[in-house]
């Protein structure tokens, strides 16, 4: 091939590659473009520490990252930093010996106000639903600018914790769908972090509205936190998918260029690659991943408060979410020294044991009579997660909320999320929800009120 030809057919490569490899950045001038973040714990009391440091610790990356306090929006419960129980009062960490991340979070909604119904109307843009709550904020973004929701909390089979209630993922998915509609954004990322938090996503988010998702765990995996090895907090500092994803943040920040070119894709490799117990997924319009890390952060101002780089710390314990409370009444028993201590410590601990013992003995009598008149084997019931889809969330919707009401609260018992996918497998094995309700109402005529809280 002669020198002319060689270098128009590199030239034509060129033309037809580039745009296949390159992400097309936010642009940011002239008020063309901004970014918006959606921040929200979902959890409360101290057990649950990890996940309101996690927000705190997104709060600061945004605020470091010189996104305005109008344009974040944080939802958390707000009862670590002065609970009775954390010994460094006022202070929240999210690692071992980290800096103090509580100072400036801003709290738009708190206590009563962290509500599924809040989220979704903060999400959708409906200012009128949250006027006189919190700081009455919702997203006003538009359709050229980028959007970031960060979740941290407890779920299940096709649902997400708040406080007092869940959020299905139905619901969730159509508050995506109205945004789209809405052209409240150019694209959406959405990190979240909650056991069986891929049921949120898989194959019910639609791949064609940009929303690049990803989630601490598969759709029938636990997640887990991390950092629950230090001395005097008896809990745990973060969600091992947080303190991935954010120290990275932290990290690069301090190279000063690391996230100029670090995608979403990497980011996600990078994150997997750290996991010691959780398996992150990632859903929805996977050519997002091109995208740049910053293009939904925004360009690092400094290291802020971070008064030099926070190295990786691996932490020899993790805890699956739904588990620390108990390993943390464990670990006091062992230690305490006091023979009252002691005593009251374990009867609290066999209260939390021997409720979870009453959940288990009272799905097994369900899943009993669910079987005995339907062919369908009792083992498949109790043993697999049936995926489900947009079509028996209504079903499956009714099935939790009757359970929730008549047999056992969810919130005031979050073993019980352990159990759900048996209920999500009756509807898609389509058993009657009438018979269902009934069955409930058999087996759990005193149950609501012997497990008032056994978390």
């Not at 994150?271 to 996977?286: A, D, F, H, I, T």
Request: hydrophobic share 35%; charged share 25%; aromatic share 8%.
């Amino acid at each position: 091939m002669s020198y002319p030809l060689q270098v128009m057919f590199r030239s034509v490569l060129v033309i037809f590659l580039v745009p296949l490899c390159l992400a097309i950045p936010l642009d940011t001038s002239g008020g063309e473009g901004k970014i918006w973040a959606v921040l929200v714990a979902g959890a409360k009391e101290y057990y649950n520490y990890a996940m309101q440091a996690d927000i705190c610790h997104a709060y600061q990356i945004f605020h470091r990252h010189g996104i305005p306090n109008s344009n974040i929006i944080v939802m958390m419960y707000d009862d670590i930093a002065y609970n009775p129980n954390n010994p460094r009062q006022g202070v929240i960490i999210n690692q071992p010996n980290g800096p103090n991340l509580y100072p400036g979070v801003i709290k738009d909604y708190t206590k009563e106000e962290v509500t599924p119904e809040n989220f979704i109307n903060i999400l959708t843009g409906n200012k009128k639903a949250m006027e006189g709550k919190g700081s009455g904020k919702v997203l006003e973004s538009g359709p050229n600018d980028h959007v970031l929701v960060y979740f941290s909390d407890h779920g299940s089979s096709g649902l997400i914790a708040f406080p007092e209630s869940v959020l299905y993922a139905d619901q969730l998915i159509k508050a995506l769908k109205t945004m789209h509609k809405k052209k409240m954004y150019k694209k959406l990322v959405f990190y979240l972090d909650t056991c069986e938090s891929g049921s949120m996503f898989s194959k019910i988010l639609p791949k064609n509205i940009n929303i690049f998702a990803t989630t601490s765990a598969d759709a029938t995996h636990l997640a887990y936190n991390t950092y629950c090895d230090v001395p005097g907090m008896d809990t745990c500092l973060a969600g091992e998918y947080g303190a991935a994803w954010m120290e990275d943040i932290d990290h690069e920040d301090h190279i000063k260029k690391g996230l100029r070119t670090e995608t979403l894709k990497k980011q996600f490799q990078k994150v997997s690659n750290r996991m010691k117990e959780s398996r992150p997924c990632e859903y929805g319009e996977l050519s997002l991943g091109v995208d740049h890390v910053t293009d939904f952060l925004g360009g690092a101002k400094g290291s802020g408060d971070l008064a030099e780089d926070t190295p990786t710390v691996h932490s020899t314990v993790s805890i699956s979410k739904r588990d620390v409370l108990l390993e943390m009444l464990n670990r006091q028993v062992d230690a305490a020294v006091n023979k009252e201590d002691k005593e009251r410590l374990e009867k609290k601990r066999l209260h939390l044991i021997n409720g979870r013992k009453e959940i288990d003995n009272l799905f097994s009598k369900i899943l009993t009579q669910a079987s005995r008149s339907v062919v369908d084997d009792k083992n498949v019931l109790e043993n697999t997660h049936q995926p489900l889809n947009l079509e028996m969330m209504p079903c499956y919707r009714t099935l939790v909320d009757n359970f929730n009401q008549n047999c056992v609260n969810i919130n005031k018992n979050l073993y019980t999320l352990s159990h759900l996918h048996k209920l999500a497998n009756l509807c898609v094995l389509e058993y009657s929800t009438s018979d269902m309700i009934q069955v409930f109402s058999k087996e759990c005529k005193d149950q609501h009120r012997a497990l008032v809280n056994i978390n």
